[in-house]
């Protein structure tokens, strides 16, 4: 069901544990760095405040929204601690909000509407979030007027819901998309025939009444997994994860049209991705004699060929690497992240100020052999790039690990405050115009134009649709 | 301007960011005419002030396109060479910690004014840095004195001659530009590590220096005194066409540059035995006591403090010279260490990577077990000789350098910007080095504990923090993007050398 407000209380309540986190999904591919070892539950929607004062300080607002394909993940992990972002004078929200069969799951029309989910249910639950911001934040010493939703992964493509929604409106007045541009939802079809349709085969009835009995358990084991299709070799099953749905309805458009349509004039919006966000399909390996058939896959209807040319050209200028393996995660990155997100950006532009950034931080794990991979900017967003040795292994620590995370949450918040995120740290940050003007963050930080602009237009005439 | 007197005469410095900077400095007379080939002689003394405004002539470099930009000198070439720079936060009575820099590029490029080693950033922690020029190429290290029976005495030692003789300027001069001539810590990279290595089995050296750095300098590269007439000497005098010393003075820079064996062809030579043929220090019991491990071993330099590191990926060439396969890696293995088992250390490589899954593809094997053999295995063994006789101090640079998408990993040069916190001082530079606040606070982090060990002997600092000692742990200073101490870092790849001979790691 749609999120209901939660029970008053009169007595005070303590908020000094977390809450109970989403049920997860269990799987050995899951990095250390993201386990999370707090109880779980369906009983989950919880948020966490961290504030410099709840006092009349009507400072900015940044509400969180974790990734983790919509099936891991919480806002209490480690890596979202808000304190560091908080001390520059944020309030930070970090939430929690139904994943996997409880929140992405459409069984309206397999129940005959007995069960009305639309597979936005985890969506509603953000909205639900963002409302209690509005009604609550200014106790907390936050301004209800200036809220900036934040997220990565599948936490930026809830922010890209959160864009298409109507039940939205007016609760957001920025937003930051980090490394998921929420190209990949699903059609009405797509989440009938690749989530819910298995996801009742597997449980063995359709029949309302024994979905409601059924325990959390029984809900997670049917439910199609995530890390396994996101790590098929096959790119038409790496898609098949319960995920948000344009339904036209709940979420009303996809992202591209509804900001292009000028839905979010004056919206300050910033988006970005990592340099090599598919870095992981670089150590699967496609072989020299796979990759055009490989590329093909990606692209069915469209020039692989073309395409591979394109990138062995661009990155041979800079010597990048150019083996297969390398050609086929970059092109991956480019399809799956890169150019989604610059063409975000470009439908916004006429309408609201837009900020470009690749973060191409290598992550120090593997001797540097995953790159700027996927997450890499998280651990600088929040300054825990060091909270454990897992993370540290991950991010970096010492002095120029701390060093990129206060320049970059010195930026996150600027954008927050007033829509700018330049600052003294990373420097001056133009809006992305027509030359494209690009903060790059990582080990030679600053404004690039265009940069990997080769690659990009190789894209020129993939539609996005084509691009999932 | 400001004003010093010298034993030579007065200098003309500028007063610049905060420090006194005095540029082109003689320390000896040009080596030119009859002083070719010959010891360094003392400057011709002057009277008036003399500006010290202008970098001196650098040393003739080889000229070869695969030189990379970040090597490339701007000022004039001449054997008229020999000056030397200072930066110096005032030329007062301060006794500051002196830091003397040699320069690298395999004895055959580099100077003292590369932009580089502008030494203003690291003189602003308080110490006075001192760059030099020293003689090179066939001016430097041509041992002719078997050749013409003496006529030319040349022991191929004479650019080290002219690092004593800077070494010298310093024990005189220094204290009136505010430096401590008792405090006196020699630096150098690549050859210039080699410089330092090789200044230490100098006794007339060794009372000049209190504390090394010695950064990625391959010591046991150095030649013996057959090597230096077959591989360079007499293949000098062939080129040239004839070993009449007055045929060899009358030649012409040029000529005796044209004439010698390339140090860029050897360096990147896919033959083991070739890639050691260039001109470098020749160890020949006279000028040049003995190889750098038995010599510290010894106990030569008892009580002094030394810092020896390298980069991670020293050897990393992914783009010039790929390996094919498994059988071309084992084959050219083999041939770096013809005496030894091959297989078992590739293994050892392997195993010890694929536990912390860094690449193990053939090319990356290679580049590791290179680097291994010519740089990380022999540095740690330099650490092992001293450790009984002085304080030393182990690092390792793995900030991985930002050019070519990061895969050329940490390799070698990289850690140049962040020592001298030029890291952003050009576009090359910066390609390398990388710029803004991550790169600005490793190099501020690396110039600090650089300054720290020339000022007590210890580069523990607030930045990258406390720095234990090289002792049974092998507690390693990490420097780059997960900076902290590790010990033993990349063990399994050390022990795989135990039973093969330093000597044999060339």
Request: charged share 20%; hydrophobic share 40%.
């Amino acid at each position: 069901m749609p999120p209901q407000p939660p029970e008053p209380w009169t007595e005070t309540r303590d908020a000094l544990e977390f809450g109970n986190i989403a049920p997860q999904e269990k799987s050995p591919l899951i990095p250390p760095a993201l386990l999370i070892d707090q109880p779980e539950s369906e009983d989950c929607l919880y948020l966490n405040v961290y504030t410099p004062g709840t006092d009349g300080g009507a400072r900015p607002v940044m509400l969180w929204i974790h990734g983790g394909g919509f099936y891991i993940g919480s806002g209490s992990q480690d890596l979202y601690d808000g304190s560091g972002l908080a001390s520059r004078g944020a309030v930070v929200v970090t939430i929690n909000y139904r994943m996997g069969p409880f929140g992405f799951v459409r069984l309206k029309e397999l129940t005959n509407g007995e069960i009305p989910s639309t597979g936005n249910e985890g969506i509603l639950d953000q909205v639900a979030a963002l409302e209690w911001v509005r009604d609550n934040i200014a106790a907390f010493g936050g301004d209800p007027g200036n809220v900036t939703i934040f997220g990565e992964s599948a936490g930026s493509m809830s922010v890209v819901s959160v864009l298409s929604m109507p039940a939205a409106r007016g609760l957001f007045h920025k937003a930051i998309a980090q490394s998921g541009p929420g190209h990949t939802h699903f059609s009405v079809d797509e989440a009938v025939d690749y989530i819910a349709k298995p996801m009742l085969e597997a449980f063995g009835s359709s029949d309302p009444e024994a979905l409601r009995a059924a325990s959390t358990e029984e809900m997670m084991a049917a439910v199609p997994a995530f890390m396994e299709a996101a790590a098929s070799q096959d790119p038409a099953i790496r898609n098949r994860w319960a995920k948000p749905v344009i339904d036209g309805e709940t979420i009303t458009d996809w992202p591209e049209p509804l900001l292009g349509s000028g839905t979010h004039a004056g919206m300050p919006l910033m988006v970005g991705t990592t340099r090599d966000e598919m870095s992981s399909a670089v150590l699967a390996g496609v072989g020299d004699g796979d990759l055009a058939e490989r590329v093909q896959e990606l692209v069915p209807a469209h020039d692989a060929n073309a395409l591979i040319d394109a990138y062995r050209t661009a990155r041979g200028q800079r010597l990048a690497p150019v083996d297969s393996a390398s050609l086929y995660a970059a092109i991956d990155t480019s399809r799956m992240m890169g150019v989604p997100s610059t063409r975000l950006l470009d439908a916004h532009r006429p309408h609201g100020p837009v900020y470009h950034y690749v973060f191409d931080w290598i992550s120090p794990a593997m001797d540097g052999a995953s790159g700027a991979q996927h997450g890499v900017d998280i651990g600088f967003v929040f300054g825990t790039h060091d909270v454990t040795p897992d993370t540290a292994g991950m991010f970096g620590a010492g002095p120029a690990a701390d060093a990129l995370a206060n320049a970059t949450m010195d930026a996150w918040t600027a954008f927050a405050r007033t829509g700018d995120p330049s600052t003294e740290s990373l420097g001056a940050w133009p809006p992305y115009g027509e030359t494209r003007a690009t903060m790059m963050i990582g080990p030679l930080a600053g404004v690039r134009e265009a940069p990997f602009e080769g690659e990009r237009a190789a894209w020129d005439g993939i539609a996005t649709s084509d691009m999932r | 301007m400001t004003i010093v007197q010298t034993h030579s005469g007065p200098l003309r410095g500028a007063r610049e960011n905060g420090l006194s900077v005095f540029r082109g400095i003689p320390y000896a007379a040009p080596p030119v005419g009859d002083l070719r080939w010959m010891p360094p002689e003392p400057p011709v003394p002057w009277t008036e002030p003399r500006d010290a405004l202008e970098f001196g002539n650098v040393a003739p470099q080889e000229k070869n396109p695969l030189v990379p930009p970040v090597l490339v000198v701007e000022q004039p070439e001449s054997e008229d060479c020999l000056y030397l720079n200072v930066y110096t936060p005032g030329a007062d009575d301060g006794a500051r910690p002196v830091m003397l820099w040699i320069h690298g590029g395999g004895f055959a490029l580099g100077a003292g004014s590369q932009r580089l080693y502008d030494g203003s950033r690291l003189a602003s922690r308080g110490v006075v840095v001192v760059t030099i020029n020293y003689r090179m190429g066939p001016f430097g290290f041509a041992r002719l004195k078997e050749l013409t029976n003496g006529e030319i005495p040349s022991t191929g030692n004479e650019g080290i001659l002219d690092q004593v003789a800077a070494l010298e300027w310093v024990r005189d001069n220094i204290a009136a530009f505010g430096g401590d001539p008792g405090n006196v810590t020699i630096f150098g990279e690549s050859a210039g590590g080699v410089s330092v290595l090789t200044l230490l089995a100098m006794p007339a050296a060794r009372g000049l220096a209190h504390k090394a750095i010695v950064q990625s300098g391959p010591g046991q590269l150095s030649l013996n005194v057959d090597e230096a007439i077959d591989q360079v000497a007499r293949p000098l005098v062939e080129a040239l066409g004839t070993s009449d010393p007055r045929a060899l003075r009358a030649a012409t820079t040029e000529e005796l540059m044209a004439a010698m064996p390339s140090f860029m062809d050897a360096a990147v030579t896919p033959d083991p035995r070739e890639r050691n043929a260039w001109a470098k220090p020749v160890v020949d019991g006279e000028v040049i006591l003995d190889w750098p491990e038995p010599l510290l071993a010894s106990g030569a330099c008892e009580g002094m403090p030394l810092m020896v590191g390298t980069t991670r990926d020293e050897l990393s060439q992914p783009v010039f010279d790929p390996i094919k396969d498994e059988a071309e890696l084992l084959t050219r293995v083999q041939a770096m260490v013809p005496d030894a088992d091959a297989g078992a250390l590739i293994e050892a490589y392997r195993a010890a990577r694929g536990q912390r899954l860094a690449p193990v593809d053939p090319a990356s094997l290679y580049s590791a077990v290179d680097t291994g053999l010519i740089m990380a295995v022999p540095s740690t063994r330099l650490l092992d000789a001293h450790r009984p006789h002085g304080p030393v101090y182990h690092c390792v640079i793995d900030w991985i350098s930002p050019q070519m998408d990061g895969s050329f990993g940490a390799p070698h040069m990289v850690e140049l910007g962040f020592v001298f916190g030029t890291h952003d001082a050009t576009p090359a530079i910066a390609g390398m080095c990388g710029v803004g606040p991550a790169a600005d606070a490793l190099a501020d982090a690396t110039m600090d504990a650089w300054a720290a060990f020339a000022r007590t002997g210890d580069p523990s600092t607030d930045g990258l923090g406390a720095w234990p000692p090289y002792d049974e742990t092998r507690p390693t200073m990490m420097i780059g993007p997960l900076a902290r101490v590790r010990e033993a870092p990349f063990e399994g790849e050390r022990v795989a050398w135990d039973g093969i001979p330093t000597s044999a790691m060339r």
